[in-house]
């Protein structure tokens, strides 16, 4: 299996995130993508090449222009106002307030994030394009003909809409390169997410279509972040009613429960018969993660990979079925 990866992500590096009442280090650090990539190493997973450079038209195609134009000069916008520190939203145009985009960069921050947690600093732009174009990469070696490709993106996308950034996530690369695979004469996506939190992203760009089936297993958004949207009952609307899967689970979830609905998952993606797979592989449903309350052990990971392959354990309906994967 190929790995697509790039050094640039090391550009984006915050200083703070707000959490539990504090400015901390942020824990989505360079430091998560060495890990990963001494792990690749030590397993032998696969040869590690760069990415392509795709340009931003497959972005265009998932966010929209002012969106991406806001992202390419904010951190230059912030400098001019408030010198060489991390951009930081102040408030939010919640209920009671007009969605409007103010003329200042604070304004514009607080109208295209959703959360305190996300800090934009001056190479996150350069990290944010080479991390799509891991994701892009990845696309093009599926269409190549490779069975799977392991995108290594960081940042990663998931929690990113098609105007809105937040949870560590600016540019959707999983719903990047769900569209570009259709774009390439695709016809049918599964998105796969099953980090810990739940991709609203993800779920926002494509709940109104039936091109893309999204299903998502994450903590219970009565208890968990993002809070506001990954509820069981949101299942699609119009032409994309019944193309939106939800499983939220409690703090505490084992491998049992967190199994049995992977199952009813994977069975939805069968019935669906994708002609690809697309997963946002979070791994922060293991039991020591810092910021995640699942119970997932290590060999646990290694059976979720057993349980997506096409033809184990089920007889997938399409033979020409590949798999990406890929973080957030
Ligand atoms: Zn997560």
Not at 121 to 127: E, P, R, V
Not at 142 to 170: E, I, M, N, T
């Amino acid at each position: 299996m190929f790995i697509v990866y790039s050094d640039d992500h090391r550009h984006h590096f915050g200083k703070y995130e707000l959490i539990d009442g504090q400015f901390v280090t942020p824990f989505e650090c360079p430091e998560r993508m060495d890990r990963i990539m001494q792990s690749i190493a030590a397993v032998k997973l696969g040869e590690v090449v760069e990415p392509q450079d795709f340009g931003l038209e497959p972005v265009a195609r998932v966010h929209s222009p002012e969106y991406i134009n806001f992202m390419r000069t904010a951190h230059d916008d912030w400098r001019q106002a408030h010198g060489n520190t991390d951009a930081m939203p102040i408030c939010w145009p919640n209920r009671n307030l007009r969605q409007i985009v103010p003329q200042e960069i604070d304004g514009k921050l607080s109208y295209y994030s959703f959360d305190a947690g996300t800090p934009i600093t001056a190479g996150t732009w350069q990290a944010i394009t080479a991390s799509v174009n891991v994701a892009l990469t990845g696309v093009d070696l599926v269409q190549k003909g490779h069975k799977s490709v392991f995108s290594a993106c960081r940042p990663p996308g998931h929690h990113a809409a098609s105007d809105l950034y937040g949870g560590y996530c600016f540019f959707n690369n999983a719903a990047v390169a769900a569209q570009a695979l259709l774009d390439g004469g695709a016809e049918r996506i599964a998105l796969l997410d099953i980090d810990y939190h739940h991709g609203n992203g993800s779920q926002a760009i494509f709940y109104d279509r039936d091109d893309v089936l999204y299903i998502s297993l994450h903590g219970d958004p009565r208890q968990e972040f993002p809070y506001f949207l990954g509820y069981k009952e949101e299942s699609g609307r119009e032409i994309g009613e019944g193309y939106n899967c939800n499983f939220p689970l409690p703090w505490g979830t084992q491998w049992p429960e967190f199994k049995a609905c992977l199952d009813t998952g994977l069975n939805r993606i069968q019935a669906y018969a994708p002609d690809s797979l697309v997963v946002s592989l979070g791994v922060d449903t293991y039991e020591k993660d810092p910021i995640s309350k699942f119970r997932l052990k290590s060999e646990h990971f290694l059976e979720i990979g057993d349980q997506m392959k096409p033809n184990k354990p089920r007889s997938w309906l399409n033979p020409t079925y590949k798999t990406q994967r890929g973080p957030g």
